[in-house]
């Protein structure tokens, strides 16, 4: 079966997101104290949180890049993973949105890269995309008896 039109254009938007996170974490490292940080500039406490935080930010960005890899390459367990993770976080991202304290750039960054990941992954469930990532059923083998 030919990979339907929905996952390939939800991978796509899911290596946009990926995109547009590693701006987003770009962007954060133009901050006044976290620039100090990275520089050594900063209490080494801070330095480490912010060695902390960007590194642990990059695990994550890797483990994204590796469910969409295997989401392009039709891994069902991949794209329920991954959807699953998507769900898990929005509440979280959600709440972001309305905080306050957070730089509008930053709520900028997490809207367009949620609304990204809820139309992938509404496309990776549609039928089309649910049918192409489930293996086709073996089909039942006759056995014929050669001595008959």
Known sequence: MEKPNSVTIAVRLLWSSL???????AYLCTDKDVSQA???AGTPEATAMVALILGGSLLVLAVCAFFIYK????????????CGLVFIGTPGTVTGLFDPKE?????????VQLVVQLVAVVMLMQKDAVAWFKPPKAKPVE???PSA
């Not at 730089?103 to 809207?111: A, L, Q």
């Open 19 to 25: 995109v547009i996170a590693l701006g987003g974490l």
């Open 38 to 40: 990275l520089r050594g």
């Open 71 to 82: 989401i392009g390459k039709g891994r069902n367990w991949a794209r329920l993973i991954f």
């Open 103 to 111: 730089d509008m750039v930053v709520k900028v960054i997490m809207f």
């Open 143 to 145: 056995v014929t008896n």
